[in-house]
């Protein structure tokens, strides 16, 4: 239905808008922005599915994620290999995730990979002393920064463990009211 | 565990034999490694608790899984579609679905100002964008509101006029000894020099008093059509669409303040969790900009070290000592006493001004100026009162949250009670103080020889409210925020850095859109041209402010705290709309109607044509509309209602007493998980020991023992312990 489009077959185009929260013209959107970050790498055609991936590299310098100091982290935690190397499906998965259409659990759940920077499932000490750094572009001196990383962890942290699981997260999560407005990306 | 999995893997065999549960379950199993599992601590393996979904597919957007295997389970779900007699079901709801969400797509065409106002979000910030929508929402609504006007009240008016239908007294109306009332001649002269002209547009008065802008216009033609069959009561419609138009926006207001309750009643309101909600929700990962971006980190430096310094004071404020306490008390009941007499100083000038505008006869531009005068001093109050009680609120030492709701609050006091203020003079002076014997107001009810058409008056006064407010923005943004920036971009002296760049502030300028409506709900009776007029005023503003914000602003330094605000906005929007209400149902129950000019120029008061109209229909729906409206009926309602509250708050508490109980049980399940993991280790540890060592078989009883002792029910005794 609509104009005949052959980047995408209708079938794929189908699963894009059941799997994510976009709709058919703003999935093909997606495929030109996806295609604007490399031109030579990306086909036009995606009828067969072919296994391309664009660097991080690439990947950080759109308008939308160029500001963000999680920008590294954000691509790393959509990316399959971890390393932060996106092929459509994970481009269109991050921007659906990021989305105003996406439920508090399912953000929740990617900001706690985000926050994690070791990746090791809990966000330890470490972790909230690299975010807060990049939240205040490392302007706070070490003992604010301690202060602010025991006050945060003491609030959240129910089972006593000194660091935060993803529980205690989504408990703290669900009673910050602007969660939902602050973690989403318009594109 | 091992052999749960086992055990799963034959009841469930392998994907090539789609069954409903089964597949996407082992799907699961099979294509989610292990680390991929645990990444999110989400217990993938375990059969879900509840067999809910067992009838339905899991909603895919949902899932957190990569969107290669959200394909891939999407591929199985389609697989099982061809069972001859659900397939038409099934392509029924995905042919609905797929309507439903082009529909949005092209409803979306609709929202006014998407672009725009997500522009602003993205270099601003939340704050910010929370403005320009509800900017978005008040324009909808007197928009809505002026359709409502203009179909029901306008045009029937119209027509009617151009059909050059005369008024006639109806004969059932007594006016012995009135006569002089009946006086009313605003007809303006032909000959109008230039300024006169324009005198007149912006004071309502002249040419423009006796139009469709203002009440005096419009008479009541329902005596003479009826011969075509069709008869339309203008008193009637008038009186209606008003009250519609109230009921509707009050249904507007309740709707949106709903929502915005919604979110912050579930998460608490947000006064709690502090450093950790601020460290991870604080960021708004939607700013695009450079220079926002750098503000907005320093932004964050800012409030972190704010807030530790009001715990540093907070800890301070605890180790006063009792005469210190007692002195901070003293100064703070001193300086409200010294607010509280600023706004009543205030109050008393408006009164005056009031007074002294009404009753002065000048023309020209003397007499445009005193015409505005209550306007002038509002305006003026409302831009000093503020800055003063900011000086005044430095002294009284509050923390940081507090001060800004307190500046809030009297914000708030001081603009709508003025409005308040100046009504009420009005109304001492339209109705004689309400008493009706006095000298002035003998023949006609009301104050005949300063106020031969009160309503057109209140009319005017409101019509020149709205004016004027909406040529001191203009003149704000022309004459002080465009040069500001001129001067801070171009000259580099100290001063002009320290004083920098102009700062959107939200709530001042929301509390202007507040303010605004009120004037127009207030003045809505007497000017029904008034919401669109406020419509394109509006509009307007969103232009300007737009323009503004781009090219005069810098990003705000405080953070804004958009989700609670929201509602308090939105609830102060209710104070305006109650305030109004209160004299529309005045003046519509108490106050003698003008015998002069407008539709209900012959009732004893504006209600009276309801009666009227609906003794004129047959008996039943006569009767039913008497009963409704008499006390039979109003007090049981009212007993029904307030059994229907209680319900409701009942209810409420009893949810939150299930959230509270809910959490306090995630953090037992927590501490529970701790201690098992620990039995598990501690456990493990002695097995390995006995391991090490066969041939002592009392540790073996010891362990058993104490396996018994700590009653593990969750485990069997001959299962493998090792931790999964």
Same mark, same amino acid.
């Not at chain 2, 800890?315 to 005469?323: E, I, M, N, Y």
């Not at chain 2, 009160?454 to 709205?466: A, F, H, I, N, P």
């Not at chain 2, 102060?572 to 407008?598: E, R």
């Given at each position: 239905?609509?104009?005949?489009?052959?980047?995408?077959? @209708?079938?794929?185009? @189908?699963?894009y808008?059941?799997?994510?929260?976009f709709?058919?013209k703003?999935?093909?959107?997606?495929h030109?922005?996806?295609?604007e970050?490399?031109p030579?790498?990306?086909?036009?055609?995606?009828?067969?599915?072919?296994?391309?991936?664009?660097?991080?590299?690439?990947i950080v310098n759109m308008?939308e994620?160029k500001?963000n100091?999680?920008?590294?982290?954000?691509?790393?935690?959509?990316?399959?290999d971890?390393?932060?190397?996106?092929?459509?499906?994970?481009f269109?998965?991050?921007?659906?995730v990021?989305?105003?259409?996406?439920p508090?659990?399912?953000?929740?759940?990617?900001?706690?990979?985000?926050?994690?920077?070791n990746?090791?499932?809990?966000?330890?000490k470490?972790?909230l002393?690299?975010?807060?750094?990049r939240?205040?572009?490392e302007?706070?001196t070490?003992e604010?920064?301690?202060?602010?990383?025991?006050?945060?962890?003491?609030?959240?942290d129910?089972?006593?463990?000194?660091?935060l699981?993803?529980?205690?997260?989504?408990?703290m999560?669900?009673?910050?009211?602007?969660?939902?407005?602050?973690?989403?990306?318009?594109? | 565990?091992?052999?749960?999995?086992?055990?799963?893997?034959?009841?469930?065999?392998?994907p090539?034999?789609?069954s409903?549960?089964?597949?996407?379950?082992s799907?699961?199993?099979r294509?989610?490694?292990?680390?991929?599992?645990s990444?999110?601590?989400?217990?993938?393996?375990?059969?879900?608790?509840?067999?809910e979904?067992?009838?339905?597919?899991?909603?895919l957007?949902e899932?957190?899984?990569?969107?290669?295997l959200k394909?891939?389970?999407?591929?199985v779900?389609?697989?099982k579609?061809?069972?001859v007699s659900?397939s038409?079901?099934?392509? &029924?709801?995905?042919?609905?679905?797929?309507?439903?969400?082009?529909?949005?797509?092209v409803?979306?065409?609709?929202?006014?100002? !998407?672009?725009?106002?997500?522009? %602003?979000?993205?270099?601003f910030?939340?704050?910010?964008?929370?403005y320009?929508l509800?900017?978005?929402?008040?324009v909808?609504?007197?928009?809505?509101? =002026?359709? *409502?006007?203009?179909?029901?009240?306008?045009?029937p008016s119209?027509?009617?006029?151009?059909?050059?239908f005369?008024?006639t007294?109806?004969?059932?109306?007594n006016l012995?000894?009135?006569e002089?009332?009946l006086?009313?001649?605003?007809?303006?002269?032909t000959?109008m020099?230039? +300024?006169?002209?324009?005198?007149?547009l912006?004071?309502?008065?002249?040419?423009?008093?006796?139009?469709?802008?203002?009440?005096?216009?419009?008479?009541?033609?329902?005596?003479m059509?009826?011969?075509?069959?069709?008869?339309?009561n203008?008193?009637?419609?008038?009186?209606?669409?008003? #009250?519609?138009?109230?009921?509707?926006?009050?249904?507007?207001?309740i709707?949106?303040?709903?929502?915005?309750?919604r979110?912050?009643?579930?998460t608490?309101?947000?006064?709690t $969790?502090?450093? =950790?909600?601020?460290?991870f929700? $604080?960021?708004?990962?939607?700013?695009q900009?450079?220079?926002?971006?750098k503000? !907005?980190?320093?932004?964050?430096?800012?409030r972190? &070290?704010?807030?530790l310094?009001?715990?540093?004071?907070?800890?301070?404020?605890?180790?006063?000592?009792?005469?210190?306490?007692?002195?901070?008390y003293?100064?703070r009941?001193?300086?409200n006493? /010294?607010?509280l007499?600023?706004?009543? #100083?205030?109050?008393?000038?408006i009164?005056?001004?009031?007074?002294?505008?009404?009753?002065?006869?000048?023309?020209?531009?003397?007499?445009?100026?005193?015409?505005?005068?209550?306007?002038m001093?509002?305006?003026?109050s409302?831009?000093? /009162?503020?800055?003063?009680?900011d000086?005044?609120?430095l002294?009284?030492?509050?923390?940081?949250?507090?001060?800004? +709701?307190? #500046?809030?609050l009297?914000a708030?006091?001081?603009?709508?009670?003025?409005?308040?203020? *100046?009504?009420?003079t009005?109304?001492?002076? %339209?109705?004689?103080? $309400?008493?009706?014997?006095k000298?002035?107001c003998?023949?006609?009810?009301?104050?005949?020889?300063e106020?031969?058409c009160w309503?057109t008056? /209140?009319?005017?006064?409101?019509?020149?409210l709205?004016?004027?407010?909406?040529?001191?923005?203009?003149?704000t943004? %022309?004459?002080?925020?465009?040069?500001?920036r001129?001067?801070?971009?171009?000259?580099?002296?100290?001063l002009t850095?320290?004083?920098?760049?102009q700062?959107?502030?939200v709530?001042?300028?929301?509390?202007?859109?507040?303010?605004?409506q009120t004037?127009?709900?207030?003045?809505?009776?007497f000017?029904?041209?008034?919401?669109?007029?406020?419509?394109?005023?509006?509009?307007?503003?969103?232009?300007?402010?737009k323009?503004?914000?781009?090219?005069?602003? &810098?990003?705000a330094?405080?953070?804004f705290?958009?989700?609670?605000?929201n509602?308090?906005?939105?609830?102060?929007?209710?104070?305006?709309?109650?305030?109004?209400?209160?004299?529309l149902?005045?003046?519509?129950?108490? %106050?003698h109607p003008?015998?002069?000019?407008?539709?209900?120029?012959? =009732?004893?008061?504006?209600w009276?044509?309801?009666?009227?109209?609906?003794e004129?229909?047959?008996?039943?729906?006569?009767?039913?509309?008497?009963?409704?409206?008499?006390?039979?009926?109003? +007090?049981?309602?009212?007993?029904?209602?307030?059994?229907?509250?209680?319900?409701?708050s009942?209810?409420?508490?009893?949810h939150?007493k299930?959230? #509270?109980l809910? !959490?306090?049980?995630?953090?037992?399940?927590q501490?529970?998980?701790q201690?098992? /993991?620990?039995?598990i280790e501690?456990?493990?540890?002695?097995?390995? !020991?006995?391991?090490?060592?066969?041939?002592q078989?009392?540790?073996?009883?010891?362990?058993?023992?104490?396996?018994?002792?700590h009653?593990?029910?969750?485990f069997?005794?001959?299962?493998?312990?090792?931790?999964?």
């Amino acid at each position: 239905m609509g104009n005949k489009q052959t980047i995408f077959t @209708d079938e794929q185009l @189908d699963a894009y808008q059941d799997c994510t929260f976009f709709t058919r013209k703003e999935i093909l959107r997606l495929h030109g922005r996806y295609h604007e970050l490399a031109p030579h790498l990306v086909p036009m055609d995606y009828t067969n599915d072919p296994d391309v991936k664009i660097p991080l590299a690439l990947i950080v310098n759109m308008p939308e994620l160029k500001e963000n100091p999680f920008r590294n982290r954000i691509v790393e935690s959509f990316s399959e290999d971890g390393l932060g190397n996106l092929s459509f499906n994970d481009f269109v998965d991050m921007f659906s995730v990021l989305s105003e259409m996406a439920p508090r659990e399912l953000k929740a759940i990617y900001a706690f990979k985000i926050y994690d920077f070791n990746v090791d499932n809990y966000i330890c000490k470490e972790d909230l002393e690299q975010t807060l750094n990049r939240l205040t572009k490392e302007e706070l001196t070490p003992e604010e920064v301690v202060l602010v990383c025991e006050k945060a962890i003491e609030e959240a942290d129910l089972d006593g463990d000194s660091k935060l699981s993803f529980a205690d997260f989504e408990n703290m999560i669900s009673r910050a009211p602007d969660f939902l407005s602050t973690f989403h990306i318009r594109i | 565990m091992m052999e749960l999995r086992e055990f799963n893997n034959q009841v469930h065999p392998t994907p090539d034999y789609p069954s409903p549960y089964g597949s996407q379950h082992s799907l699961r199993l099979r294509t989610v490694p292990p680390q991929e599992t645990s990444a999110v601590q989400f217990d993938w393996a375990s059969p879900p608790e509840d067999a809910e979904d067992s009838n339905e597919p899991p909603n895919l957007r949902e899932l957190p899984l990569h969107m290669g295997l959200k394909r891939a389970v999407w591929q199985v779900q389609q697989m099982k579609i061809p069972v001859v007699s659900s397939s038409w079901n099934i392509k &029924q709801s995905q042919t609905f679905r797929r309507f439903c969400e082009v529909a949005k797509h092209v409803l979306s065409y609709f929202v006014l100002w !998407k672009r725009g106002i997500q522009k %602003i979000g993205g270099h601003f910030g939340g704050g910010v964008q929370s403005y320009f929508l509800f900017l978005r929402f008040l324009v909808i609504l007197n928009f809505l509101s =002026s359709l *409502l006007i203009a179909g029901f009240v306008l045009i029937p008016s119209i027509v009617f006029r151009s059909m050059n239908f005369n008024s006639t007294i109806p004969t059932t109306v007594n006016l012995t000894g009135v006569e002089i009332c009946l006086q009313y001649d605003p007809k303006p002269d032909t000959l109008m020099v230039f +300024i006169t002209y324009f005198l007149d547009l912006i004071s309502g008065t002249g040419f423009m008093e006796y139009s469709y802008l203002f009440y005096g216009y419009y008479t009541n033609f329902n005596s003479m059509v009826e011969s075509n069959g069709f008869s339309y009561n203008i008193p009637l419609a008038y009186l209606l669409t008003a #009250a519609f138009y109230f009921l509707f926006c009050f249904i507007c207001m309740i709707i949106r303040m709903g929502g915005t309750a919604r979110v912050a009643v579930v998460t608490g309101g947000g006064a709690t $969790g502090g450093y =950790s909600a601020l460290v991870f929700t $604080g960021w708004d990962h939607g700013l695009q900009e450079d220079r926002t971006t750098k503000l !907005k980190q320093s932004n964050f430096r800012y409030r972190l &070290q704010v807030d530790l310094e009001e715990e540093r004071l907070k800890k301070k404020s605890a180790s006063l000592t009792l005469s210190q306490t007692v002195s901070l008390y003293a100064l703070r009941v001193f300086l409200n006493m /010294v607010v509280l007499i600023l706004i009543g #100083a205030t109050f008393y000038g408006i009164a005056k001004a009031t007074q002294f505008s009404q009753l002065m006869k000048t023309t020209g531009f003397k007499g445009l100026v005193l015409q505005y005068l209550p306007s002038m001093v509002i305006t003026a109050s409302n831009f000093v /009162v503020p800055l003063l009680c900011d000086k005044i609120a430095l002294l009284e030492k509050y923390s940081a949250s507090t001060t800004v +709701i307190l #500046a809030l609050l009297r914000a708030v006091f001081l603009r709508l009670v003025s409005l308040g203020v *100046l009504l009420y003079t009005l109304w001492e002076q %339209i109705t004689c103080e $309400g008493d009706i014997s006095k000298q002035n107001c003998i023949p006609c009810n009301y104050y005949y020889d300063e106020y031969k058409c009160w309503e057109t008056r /209140v009319g005017q006064e409101m019509y020149k409210l709205t004016l004027f407010d909406f040529l001191i923005t203009i003149a704000t943004l %022309i004459l002080v925020e465009f040069p500001r920036r001129i001067v801070v971009d171009h000259c580099s002296c100290k001063l002009t850095q320290w004083v920098g760049r102009q700062e959107f502030l939200v709530a001042p300028n929301v509390l202007a859109l507040v303010y605004s409506q009120t004037v127009v709900w207030t003045g809505a009776l007497f000017c029904p041209l008034l919401p669109f007029i406020n419509t394109i005023k509006f509009i307007l503003f969103y232009f300007c402010k737009k323009i503004t914000l781009f090219q005069n602003c &810098q990003p705000a330094t405080r953070n804004f705290r958009s989700t609670t605000s929201n509602f308090f906005f939105l609830l102060v929007l209710l104070f305006g709309w109650m305030l109004a209400t209160m004299v529309l149902l005045y003046s519509v129950t108490k %106050i003698h109607p003008s015998y002069g000019c407008g539709p209900f120029r012959f =009732s004893p008061t504006m209600w009276e044509v309801v009666p009227q109209a609906a003794e004129m229909l047959n008996s039943t729906s006569a009767e039913f509309l008497f009963y409704m409206g008499s006390q039979k009926f109003s +007090i049981p309602l009212f007993i029904f209602s307030c059994v229907l509250l209680c319900y409701v708050s009942a209810l409420t508490s009893v949810h939150g007493k299930s959230v #509270a109980l809910l !959490k306090s049980q995630c953090k037992l399940e927590q501490r529970d998980k701790q201690f098992l /993991v620990r039995q598990i280790e501690e456990l493990n540890a002695t097995v390995q !020991k006995e391991q090490r060592e066969p041939q002592q078989p009392q540790r073996e009883t010891d362990t058993a023992t104490r396996w018994n002792q700590h009653d593990n029910y969750a485990f069997d005794r001959d299962e493998d312990p090792r931790p999964y």
